[in-house]
């Protein structure tokens, strides 16, 4: 069975990762890679990313009155509901670029615990969701555009 490649786009609002991922799709297709893409949130092609739009829009709360823990779920639910397609496509050799994944949830969300000790545990916590019980696949490249 071939194994494909999961390459992660991320960075702030307007760093660039929208036009730095379609660069990338358009160099690797021109090297005859068979790419496909997946922009996380979901907003409009799953349930739970339409709740992660509500969310933003504060439709369950201000940010500060909703607990980073349970932000979090919102998110790792979306990819969760993505795993099977993300699994499929590289079980099948393809190469998967991903605009935002599982370290947007940990930046975001760790951003908002006060203590480092508690940020910790919150990653430790964070990583075996998405990776352990969710069983989302690694990145193999992870970008981080500034």
């Known amino acids: 069975m071939k194994k494909g490649k999961l390459i992660v786009?991320?960075?702030?609002?307007?760093?660039?990762k929208a036009t730095q991922t379609g660069l990338l799709i358009k160099r690797l297709k021109?090297?005859?890679?068979?790419?496909?893409?997946?922009?996380?949130?979901r907003y409009y092609d799953s349930v739970y990313g339409d709740?992660?739009?509500?969310?933003?829009?504060?439709?369950?709360?201000?940010l500060k009155e909703i607990n980073p823990y349970?932000?979090?779920?919102?998110?790792?639910?979306?990819?969760?509901a993505a795993q099977p397609?993300?699994?499929?496509?590289?079980?099948?050799?393809?190469?998967v670029v991903a605009n935002r994944y599982v370290?947007?949830?940990?930046?975001?969300?760790?951003?908002?615990?006060?203590?480092?000790?508690?940020?910790?545990?919150?990653?430790?916590?964070?990583?075996?969701?998405?990776?352990?019980i969710h069983s989302l696949p690694r990145p193999d490249i992870l970008f981080f555009l500034d």
């Open 9 to 16: 786009i991320e960075g702030a609002d307007g760093s660039g």
């Open 30 to 41: 021109k090297e005859i890679f068979d790419v496909r893409t997946m922009d996380f949130p």
């Open 51 to 62: 709740m992660v739009g509500r969310f933003l829009k504060g439709e369950y709360g201000t």
């Open 70 to 80: 349970l932000a979090a779920i919102l998110y790792a639910l979306d990819r969760k």
């Open 85 to 95: 397609q993300l699994i499929d496509w590289l079980h099948l050799g393809k190469i």
């Open 103 to 132: 370290s947007s949830n940990q930046a975001h969300q760790a951003s908002r615990i006060e203590t480092l000790e508690d940020r910790k545990k919150f990653l430790r916590w964070l990583d075996t969701l998405e990776y352990g």
